[in-house]
């Protein structure tokens, strides 16, 4: 197996919805925010090599909306997930599977583009199968009034309409070691409904794709939690058991959203888990 970090592309979001409750005065010293109280993100994938299967997790917003709506999102910098595959030597038509943890257009976005003509729309990795789960699907393509900004129907449809959409047949372990992927899966709900975290065994560690539970390293004290979440208190639960797991196992956290952290783990102090070490996954592996 081989692991490769995919730079999607960096955005920013309004530093208060990320962090909910947590005064900018706090927030602000580990994400500073800009004249706009915007603070930066990235969309880092995760591209796993492993015999003749190339599985991409998540995909970042894609290239497909309108100038107005990536205005929302101040688009920055120069990284593109064509050029990370590349730089890795690898084009999306050898993709043969692409996992999302959940269907926010920040994490699926990318695997639906315009067909040549831009009348319609196709899968954007015409040789992968799509992968989530049938109780997110539910959720994503009937949402509620607080998510539908979030589900957008033209990243979702087009892989359905091709045909390659699976799903992820467990939803109840806490654990899941999927055979169809080969990699463990961890559901949590506070954020969205049964998002999944992929745990890979890889190098003798634990990596674990840390999606929207800990998005930065500035979320990590357990009250820091984003005001998108739709279930807040759940989140708190589910992200202290995992909290504690991650120390006790000593997990690496690969983290999707921060635009300046890659990889960290965690230790247990007198105020809680607290950041341990930062690594660059070059560094690191």
Known sequence: ????????GNFKLDGGSMFGVVPKSIWNRTNPADANNMIDIAARCLLIEEGDRLILIDTGM????SDKFFGYYY???????????KKWGFHRDDITDVFM????????GGS???NKDRTGYEPAFKNAVFWTNEAHWKWATEPNPREKASFLSENL??????????????????????SELGFGI??????????MLPHIRYKGKTVVFAADLIPTVGHIPLPYVMGYDTRPLLTMNEKQQFLDRAVAE?????????AHNEICTLKQTEKGVRLKEIYTFEALF
């Not at 087009?158 to 992820?168: A, C, D, T, Y």
């Not at 000593?250 to 921060?258: A, G, Q, R, S, T």
Request: net charge negative; aromatic share 14%; charged share 25%.
């Open 1 to 8: 197996m081989q692991l490769y970090p995919i730079e999607s």
């Open 75 to 85: 688009l920055w910098g120069d990284h593109s997930l064509d050029r990370s595959l």
């Open 250 to 258: 000593d997990f690496y956290l690969f983290l999707e959203h921060d």
């Open 112 to 114: 639906v583009q315009w």
């Open 157 to 178: 449809l087009p892989m359905q309409e091709s045909g390659r959409l699976k799903f992820i047949s467990n939803t109840d372990s806490v654990f899941l070691d999927t």
């Open 186 to 195: 961890l559901f949590v709900d506070g954020h969205t409904d049964k998002q």
């Open 101 to 108: 943890t959940h269907l926010h257009f920040d994490h699926c």
């Open 62 to 65: 894609g290239n497909k909306q």
